[in-house]
């Protein structure tokens, strides 16, 4: 048996530098999280600090923004679930549609390349687009087709937050997300296809009968991913598009971590909350797993 | 005949959603590359489109004039070069190794890496961590905590497994230990997933602007993309321009607007990405292809 090892020592050098890192870098957090039941003390350290039990969950749940911070949350979520989701899902309909080879291909390379760019870059692209000053395009073209009197500043307005950031995440994600669809539609017998118009159905019965069907499993899985995370709403994209004017609408639970606990060191309470989403998002993902099996599907899991 | 004519109508109707979702993308980045190479004050009359109006490369001068953006191309240069080769070369034998069904102790190796997936500490323990560390405000917090990521490990190891084992095995007979297979024989032949692992990797390290917003606080080690967040945020590009005013020529200066800088500097942020990607694209692609069959 030792001489096996021995024969792999060479792997086990391959594996052990990811083992430590592992350990250090995802393990060691997984421990200091435990200062969410602690008075964390920077200069005790996480092991003699004082025990406070549940206090900064209390602490969280009752702090006056609790309420809009878990409404955001969820709300930005089901938004994106609702009409995000779907959306990558049409568009490798359409693509699928496509006969003309090199259009389809032009296509697609163009819907990927928002996917490649941060969301820095994007904020700074929405931003541009829907300024008021400097002719803003949306804005000019509003106003010259008569929707709009006057420019109206839409990163300024709380009431316009959720869906600037619902419709930025459609544009920067549609493409890449389509890949994943296009992939699955390419495995759909196209036998299927030739009976079906052998029988007379039209266009519209093929996709509902059989190409929809043809991906069904994908879209599962990945809608199990998506309600899993129903607590993220997307941290990258608003804490840079977020701006003092619309921090009613735009705080997350994430952000909140960031502001409470990076910059005005709270940590324990800011981990507290990290951690609270963390067990919620692997509840949910389990829970919504368990359904998809009760319905006699295949899960993740 | 009369379904014949309702697809000839959704086909119109396809190509034109299709091209119009492909405008909608592509005339954005066109319109700031436009905006960038116009005169600042003009740009402030707006009906700039798809040409500039009045042509100059002041907005960039001016940029380039202040060593913010030198450093800042610097340390993303150095951190996505030496953050990739690191990261793919550890997450590659890491992979290797995991791909050999013999070995002991891979399960549970496995189950370790995979649980990470489920539950993670959250920010502020890693934060924390980062300080006890000593990688606050260094070069390194930007590559070792991000040397490994589990999506890539599943992609080597899939690919790995899926190797043929008789080109192993016969050089095994040869006398030849585990690391001359795997550097002789199997990286040469895995250079399509070392290719889309990379660019992945790539991207990510070019496109990070967290590390760079919480984890550093000198400006010299600022990297591209924090520093546009606070160019774009923060006004910052009022006080870049006043800079340069002393470095460089009042004349090429006097019509540049904090907006223009605005736009210059998303333009340098984003350039390599789009010059890039449309020969890199199938890469990427293959990448997402790869793992979505087996994870």
Known sequence: MSKGIWNDRYLYLFVIPGVIWFLIFCYQPMYGVLIAFKDYDIVAGVYNSEWVGLKYFSDFFHDFNFNSIMINTIAISLLKLLIGFPAPIILALLLNEVKKKMFKRITQTVTYLPFFVSWVVVSGIWYELLTVDQGGIVNTFLMNIGLLKEPVFWFGNPDYFWGLVVASDIWKGIGWGSIIYLAALSGVDVDLYEAAVMDGASRWKQTWHITLPGIRSTIIILFILNVGSILNAGFDQIYVMQNPAVMDRAQIIDTYVMTTGIFQANYSIAAAVGLFKSIVGLIMLLLVNALVKILGEEGVL | ?295
Request: a positive charge; glycine letters at 6%; one cysteine or more.
């Open chain 2, 1 to 295: 005949m009369r379904r014949h004519w309702g697809e000839k109508v959704f086909s119109v109707f396809n190509y034109t959603i299709l091209c119009l979702l492909s405008f909608s993308i592509l005339f954005p980045f066109w319109r700031i590359l436009m905006l960038s190479m116009n005169d600042g004050i003009d740009s402030l009359r707006g009906g700039i489109y798809f040409w500039p109006r009045e042509a100059t490369w002041s907005n960039y001068i001016v940029i380039f004039a202040r060593s913010e953006i030198i450093d800042a191309y610097k340390v993303t240069i150095l951190r996505t070069v030496i953050g990739t080769v690191l990261s793919v070369f550890l997450t590659a034998i890491m992979a290797y190794g995991l791909s050999k069904r013999h070995l002991k102790g891979r399960k549970f190796v496995n189950a370790m890496i995979l649980f990470t997936m489920f539950f993670n500490g959250g920010l502020i323990p890693i934060y924390l961590l980062l300080k006890d560390l000593h990688l606050l405000n260094t070069l390194w917090v930007y590559i070792i905590p991000a040397l490994y990521q589990l999506w890539y490990i599943i992609l080597f190891r899939t690919f790995f497994q899926q190797l043929p084992a008789s080109l192993e095995e016969s050089a095994k007979m040869d006398g030849a230990n585990d690391l001359i297979v795997f550097f002789r024989i199997v990286v040469p032949l895995s250079l399509p997933i070392v290719a889309t692992i990379s660019l992945f990797t790539a991207v990510g390290h070019w496109n990070d602007w967290f590390s760079g917003t919480v984890y550093v606080q000198d400006p010299k080690l600022i990297p591209l993309q924090t520093l546009l967040m606070k160019i774009i945020r923060e006004n910052d590009s009022a006080q870049m321009i006043a800079g340069s005013l002393s470095t460089v020529s009042q004349q090429s200066v006097k019509s540049v607007t904090s907006y223009s800088v605005k736009m210059a500097t998303l333009v340098v942020t984003i350039l390599p990405i789009v010059c890039l990607y449309p020969f890199l694209q199938r890469y990427f692609v293959k990448g997402v292809l790869v793992g979505s069959i087996k994870g």
